[in-house]
């Protein structure tokens, strides 16, 4: 941990070292196998015809010569040194193995033990859903509640109820982050468990799943979001009867970024606000740099509308489906290379907060659009990406606050390898006693996160600021900067 950051990955993480391990491994068993060589070559020398004829003229020097040989190839010379080289090339292999093998074991326990409580708590809300909605929608619509919404003030305080309910629970999810996480890793057994509480639901889910192809049962958390999107197609959470529109709204020049906070502020270079953003520098060798903004969740209807940075987007990405936004940003990307020419030379980065990360790793997770658009990183602020596909040959750099709900919703942590670093800072202190999640997810703050990890020295993350230098330095022409509104409209 380093200026209050706790960093996962990159060049100093845990899988590096496990993999430095194993390649020391490698190492020890071929020079144990040289020094054993070496023993053996030596032990046939005792066997030699000339020696021990040399033994009939010097017996005392011959004997003095065959102990030397058996000094060398016995448990103190060569042959004990082999054996300890490759017992220690053994042993480190088996204790690398043991740690992976039980670090699987504890995460498939859990995994376990979150689908089991999920499907416990799906089963009696199945069970109960008939009753609760028949008790709710009566209340809803009795002359006594309609007559009583009309009273002065009514509705205000109806309405301050909710609000005080939903910041409750705001804050007590920022007091216990960890409840998201575990609920998000059960999703798949508590929607089985709403379908065996409730067997003619599960028929319909089963029944709607299968005409789209969705697993039923669901067995992972994004097979559970395919069953309510087949669920709710045609409803809500659908935008498969519309297109996307991308128009150009402003292109001029602008400042290139020089730090992981110009990145990350809202009001940085790169930050686009409510839209897509493109920076692209001209570089010295004739290449181009491209920094990719793509703007959070703008509204949370159910309901597919003009706003794709919606409820609809987030539930599609998760379940790892293409959207609309991750088309918007592909054609937005490259009208910008051919306005600039700068088609078949360009490196590209992808940033986003929340939604804006969640896309820009499923953009970068696909084939096509990195190998097109030259993507080589990612970074993103208070965005679930930890089972997006995102491949190794692409760094990732992801920010992450340990009271704020929104990284936990994948229910796992990311990735810890060489190619993705996660940045995780405690924000609690600085929000006071009254913190809620909401807080701890706002962009400002990553941006103070930001600005500790373009100031910190630890070796992943000065590893990983190498890396992206290209993006960085802050040299090269002058930047062109261009803003892209994005709609969705009726498919003709």
Not at 244 to 269: I, N, Y
Not at 440 to 461: C, F, Q
Request: glycine share 14%; aromatic share 4%.
């Amino acid at each position: 941990m380093t200026a209050g950051l706790e960093v996962r990955g990159g060049a100093g993480g845990l899988t590096v070292q496990l993999t430095q391990l194993e390649r020391a491994a490698g190492v020890l068993q071929s020079v144990g196998g040289d020094v054993a060589e070496t023993a053996i070559v030596i032990g046939l020398a005792a066997a030699e015809p000339s020696l021990a004829l040399a033994g009939v003229l010097a017996p005392v020097e011959y004997a003095a010569a065959e102990l030397a040989i058996c000094r060398c190839v016995g448990p103190t010379g060569a042959g004990g040194i082999a054996t300890e080289i490759l017992a220690s090339a053994v042993t480190t292999r088996a204790a690398v193995a043991t740690y992976r093998t039980g670090e699987a074991a504890v995460e498939a326990l859990f995994d376990g033990a979150a689908t089991a409580v999920g499907a416990g708590v799906g089963a009696t809300v199945g069970a109960a859903a008939p009753a609760v909605t028949a008790v709710a929608v009566g209340v809803a619509l009795s002359p006594g509640a309609r007559i009583a919404l009309q009273v002065p003030g009514a509705r205000e305080r109806v309405l301050a109820v909710g609000l005080g309910l939903g910041q409750g629970a705001d804050e007590i999810l920022a007091d216990h982050p960890w409840l998201v996480p575990a609920a998000a890793d059960g999703l798949d057994g508590l929607v089985l468990g709403v379908g065996v509480g409730r067997p003619a639901l599960g028929t319909w889910l089963s029944w709607r799943s299968g005409r789209l192809g969705v697993p039923y049962p669901p067995r992972t958390r994004a097979e559970a979001l395919g069953v309510i999107l087949a669920a709710t197609r045609g409803a809500a959470l659908d935008e498969s009867d519309q297109d996307v529109s991308v128009r150009v709204h402003r292109q001029g020049g602008g400042r290139a970024p020089t730090g992981v906070t110009d990145l990350v502020a809202a009001h940085g270079p790169t930050s686009g606000g409510s839209r897509v953003r493109l920076t692209g520098v001209p570089r010295a060798d004739g290449t181009w740099t491209w920094v990719v903004d793509v703007p959070g969740t703008q509204t949370f209807h159910p309901r597919a509308g003009a706003n794709p940075w919606d409820l609809t987007s987030n539930v599609l990405l998760s379940s790892g489906r293409a959207t609309l936004t991750t088309r918007a940003v592909s054609r937005a990307l490259a009208d910008a290379q051919r306005r600039t020419g700068s088609t078949l030379t360009s490196r590209v980065m992808l940033t986003g907060h929340s939604q804006g990360g969640l896309t820009a790793a499923a953009l970068a997770a696909d084939p096509a659009f990195r190998e097109r658009h030259g993507v080589t990183h990612v970074v993103t602020s208070g965005a679930p990406i930890a089972t997006v596909g995102v491949p190794e040959e692409v760094s990732v750099l992801s920010l992450e606050h340990a009271e704020d709900l929104v990284p936990g919703l994948e229910g796992e942590d990311n990735p810890d390898r060489e190619s993705w670093v996660t940045v995780r800072r405690a924000v609690a202190d600085e929000l006071g006693p009254d913190a809620r999640a909401t807080q701890a997810h706002h962009v400002g703050r990553y941006a103070e996160t930001a600005r500790l990890v373009d100031a910190s020295d630890d070796p992943s993350l000065a590893s990983w600021r190498r890396g992206a230098s290209n993006f960085l330095d802050g040299e090269g022409g002058e930047a062109v900067v261009i803003d892209y509104d994005i709609e969705r409209v009726p498919r003709e």
